[in-house]
C-alpha cells in the first residue's frame, strides 16, 4: 500500500522537520509544539454528485458476488506466526530457531534491510487506508459494523491487510537487523501525519487509486521475495512472497469494481492512468540530475543505526 502521485502528507507541528531523525529525547522541544489553526487542513471536497454517489449504492448486490468473493475466509488464511519461531517450543529450542532465522538474514546487505522496513512501515499506516475508504461516498460504513456488501469489503480487507505489517515487524524484531526504535516512530509520525490521496472523497477515483495502490504493493513484495530468495533466505522469501500474493488478489478486487463501472469510472481511470507520464517526467528529470552528480551521495539511515548507504 504505497502512496501514490500527488499525495499530501498533512504533517502535525510537532512533527520535526528531520522526520525520525536520531535517537533523541522524548521531550526534545519540537516534540512539545502544538498544532496552530493554520495547520489544520481544510474541509475535503466531495466532487462525487449524490447520483453517481448512489451509482456504488446501487451495486452493492454486484459487489456481494464479485468483489466479495475474493476475500479468503480467516480459516484459509496464513497467520503471521505460520513463518515464525515458535514461541511455545521450550526456551532453548524457540532460541535456536532465532538463532537459525539470524544466521538466514545475515548476508543480506543494509540495503535489502531499509526497503524491507519501507514495505513494513507502507503496511503498518493501515489505519490511515481505512481512515480513508470510510471518507469515501457510497461505500463507507456507516455503523462501524454495517452489512453493506461495500462495508464488509473495507473491513475484511483491512483485516487481511494487517497481517502484512504484523508479519514484516516481527521477522525485522527477531532478526536484529534494524533499530527497531525508530523504525516504530516513523509508523508513528507517519500514521499521525495522515494523508491525503487527492481522491476527494469521490468513490471512483478512490477506487481506481486503491487499484493503483495494491499493484504497487505487489511488485515491491515480490521483488524483495526474489531478491531474499537470492540472498539465501527461502523463508523470508515465502513471507514476502504471500504477501505479494493478497496484494495480487486484492488488485483483481479493485481492477474489477473499476472495470464494472460506467464511463464515469473509466474517466476516473484515464485521469489517473494520466499520471503515469507526469510521473515519468519527473524521473527523467532524477535521472538526468544524477548523471550530473561527480561523485555519488551518501545518506545515513537511522532504521539502520545510521550506517551510511551510497544513493
Known amino acids: 500500500m504505497l502512496a501514490g502521485p500527488q499525495v499530501t502528507i498533512n504533517r502535525p507541528a510537532w512533527i520535526s522537520s528531520t522526520g525520525g531523525g536520531h535517537r533523541s529525547s522524548a521531550r526534545s522541544p519540537h516534540l512539545q509544539r502544538r498544532v496552530t489553526p493554520s495547520a489544520i487542513a481544510a474541509p475535503p471536497k466531495h466532487s462525487t454528485p449524490p447520483a453517481k454517489a448512489e451509482i456504488f449504492r446501487s451495486l452493492e448486490g454486484w459487489a456481494a458476488d464479485n468483489v ?6 480467516v480459516e484459509k488464511c496464513w497467520q503471521p506466526q505460520d513463518f515464525l519461531p515458535d514461541p511455545t517450543l521450550p526456551a532453548a529450542e524457540f532460541a535456536d530457531e532465532v538463532r537459525l532465522l539470524r544466521e538466514r538474514t545475515a548476508e543480506l546487505p543494509d540495503e535489502y534491510f531499509v526497503v524491507l522496513v519501507g514495505d513494513m512501515v507502507t503496511e503498518d499506516a493501515l489505519p490511515t487506508y481505512e481512515t480513508m475508504l470510510n471518507r469515501t461516498d457510497g461505500i463507507r460504513d456507516e455503523t462501524g459494523s454495517s452489512p453493506s456488501p461495500w462495508a464488509v469489503w473495507n473491513r475484511a480487507w483491512t483485516a487481511e491487510e494487517n497481517r502484512h505489517g504484523d508479519l514484516l515487524r516481527t521477522f525485522l ?7 527497531m526504535v525508530m523504525v516504530e516512530r516513523t509508523v508513528q509520525y507517519l500514521i499521525g501525519a495522515g494523508m491525503d490521496p487527492g481522491t476527494e472523497n469521490d468513490p471512483y477515483l ?68 494520466g499520471l503515469a507520464q507526469r510521473i515519468r517526467r519527473l524521473q527523467e528529470r532524477a535521472d538526468e540530475k544524477a548523471k550530473k552528480k561527480t561523485e555519488a551521495e551518501a545518506v545515513k539511515f537511522s532504521w539502520i543505526f545510521d550506517r551510511e548507504m551510497v544513493l
Open 68 to 73: 466479495l468473493p475474493l476475500l479468503k475466509p
Open 173 to 179: 524484531y527477531l532478526s536484529g537487523r534494524v533499530d
Open 206 to 273: 478512490g477506487s481506481v487509486y486503491t487499484s493503483f495502490q495494491e499493484r504497487a504493493t505487489f511488485v515491491s513484495h515480490a521483488n524483495t521475495a526474489r531478491l531474499a530468495k537470492e540472498g539465501g533466505d527461502p523463508v523470508l522469501a515465502r513471507i514476502c512472497g504471500v504477501i505479494a500474493a493478497d496484494e495480487k488478489r486484492h488488485e483483481l478486487a479493485y481492477t474489477r469494481i473499476v472495470d464494472g463501472l460506467d464511463g464515469e469510472g473509466r474517466r476516473a481511470q484515464e485521469f489517473v492512468c
